[in-house]
């Protein structure tokens, strides 16, 4: 089955009760045993659901896994990967990422003892000088949020097994329709499916996809012990959000690549991050591992003002001022102030997180009212 069919069909049967196309919600927290341990697959929905479980099995299908498992959030799924550790392990992971992932490691992890390496990753080759026999994880996010930088996910993947540590990839930014990392040699990959996934700003979730067994049977045990589940109400929206998935990113890609063009010639925008820019640092492995190159972009302007920053996000009228991103509608942040406050401003301004930058998730309007919003807030 081909990418486009899978988003629609894979890993899914018509509900063997009534033969309903779409699964039900079984909006329900327990099942009927006729004995003690005698039911038909469900005990509890903390342990499974089977609204949950069609999502999963379409989680599965369209990366190219095996095994996939949905949680209450993104940062729940990320969360859950981490637990595989124990204390004194060591993680290398990407210096720009999340600023809610770089909080989770270095706020909560930490204290446990797990010690994390952020380090930059555009040259996959320096990750080696940061492994040692306590390395346990490579976490990679690519493209990164926000600066766009791209990880080599076949080269990281290649030390990973080298060093026989694991290898997760954040695939949030550039969804499975642009790049399936498991493919290129990763043993995770994780989702805010808030984002594209879901795809229409009204779900919060998170999602791991695996091809082996025994990880998958460590991160199931981790999901039903933690029990940071996502409900059946919400596992249908994924899945119906999922299945135009494709026909979304397509959109998303051609409006993303009209806005970064238009700023890159906009006279007071300084640097425009887009990894489709042929002058992007790493667009050939770009080009290599994704299909396209998404509807995330982001820029600064000429000066480096904050107030001017503020000023063109509070501007904005087709484009919302707010956290998130990947849903159908173009939304706009501000990262420093918003996203990305919970890194320390000398930490984030070393990966180029400035007080200019702003951040779009570029949606799937008609492009030529974006490229007017976003000339009538720049000015
Ligand atoms: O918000 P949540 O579903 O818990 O997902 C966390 C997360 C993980 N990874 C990436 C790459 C993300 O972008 C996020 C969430 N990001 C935002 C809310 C944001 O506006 O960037």
Redesign the pocket.
């Known amino acids: 089955m081909k990418f486009n069919t899978k988003t629609i069909h894979g890993g899914q049967q018509h509900d063997p009760a009534y033969g309903s196309v779409m699964p039900p919600i079984y909006q329900t927290s327990t099942y009927a045993q006729s004995t003690p341990g005698g039911h038909k697959g469900f005990e509890y929905s903390r342990s499974g659901n089977p609204t949950r479980s069609a999502l999963e099995n379409s989680l599965a299908s369209i990366e190219n896994g095996n095994y996939g498992l949905a949680f209450g959030?993104?940062?729940?799924a990320?969360d859950a990967v981490i637990k595989l550790l124990e204390p004194g392990d060591e993680v290398v992971s990407t210096n720009d990422?999340?600023g809610?992932?770089y909080r989770l490691f270095s706020s909560i992890f930490k204290k446990f003892g797990i010690k994390f390496h952020f380090i930059g990753m555009e040259n996959a080759s320096n990750i080696e000088n940061y492994i040692n026999d306590k390395t346990k994880l490579i976490w990679v996010?690519t493209p990164t949020?926000?600066m766009m930088n791209v990880i080599d996910i076949k080269a990281t993947s290649e030390i990973a097994k080298k060093h026989q540590v694991l290898l997760a990839v954040?695939n949030?930014?550039a969804t499975p329709y642009l790049q399936q990392p498991l493919d290129l040699g990763a043993d995770i990959v994780?989702h805010?499916?808030?984002?594209y996934l879901g795809g229409h700003s009204d779900l919060?979730?998170?999602a791991l996809i695996v091809k082996d067994k025994d990880l998958a049977d460590r991160l199931y045990f981790i999901q039903n012990a933690s029990g940071a589940v996502c409900g059946p109400q919400d596992s249908f929206l994924a899945l119906r959000g999922i299945k135009t998935l494709h026909i979304r990113m397509q959109r998303h890609c051609e409006n993303g690549k009209a806005v970064a063009h238009f700023l890159a010639n906009h006279p007071k925008i300084e640097n425009v991050y887009w990894p489709g820019f042929e002058t992007h640092p790493n667009h050939d492995i770009a080009k290599a591992q994704m299909k396209d190159f998404g509807g995330m972009v982001s820029f600064t302007t000429k000066g480096n003002n904050y107030e001017e920053a503020i000023k063109i996000v509070e501007n904005l009228k087709v484009f919302t001022l707010a956290?998130?991103?990947g849903g159908v509608e173009s939304l706009a942040?501000h990262p420093a102030s918003?996203?990305h406050a919970s890194i320390p401003k000398e930490e984030r301004e070393k990966t180029g997180v400035v007080d200019s930058l702003i951040r779009l998730s570029v949606g799937i309007e008609d492009e030529e009212d974006l490229i007017a919003d976003l000339k009538q807030a720049i000015g």
């Not at 805010?192 to 984002?195: E, I, L, Q, R």
């Open positions: 959030s993104g940062l729940a990320i990422l999340y809610g992932t996010e949020n926000p954040d949030t930014f994780m805010s499916a808030t984002k919060v979730m998170g956290e998130s991103l942040g918003m996203t």
